[in-house]
């Protein structure tokens, strides 16, 4: 049994690995080219800005729903028990800033 091979043989074995070198070069090349690089960068920011959009759309929505559970019986009507005392302590607030704003003006 002899494992020598042609001269042909190897001839086409060195062609086949210079085929395979210059496609992993061109892969290469192109990865690491500064389009592909802002590329990749533009995209995965824009993925990041989406989960952070989609993750703030969730927590926004939760709290609504939250604040109209707490201001809305099961029926869907208004608690006023309790709407009137933040209202009252809203009204409070705005008129003691727009106190404060006045004095300072005043000065």
Known sequence: MSDARTPAQIEADIVR?????????????????PKTIAADT?????????????????AVNRAVTQARGHFTSEDGSPRLDRIVPVAVGVVAVVAVVAGLSLRRRRR
């Open 17 to 33: 690995r210079r085929q395979d070198l210059a496609a992993a070069l061109d892969e290469i090349a192109v990865r690491v080219h």
């Open 42 to 58: 533009k995209a995965k920011v824009a993925s990041a800005v989406d989960r952070t959009a989609g993750q703030a759309y969730v």
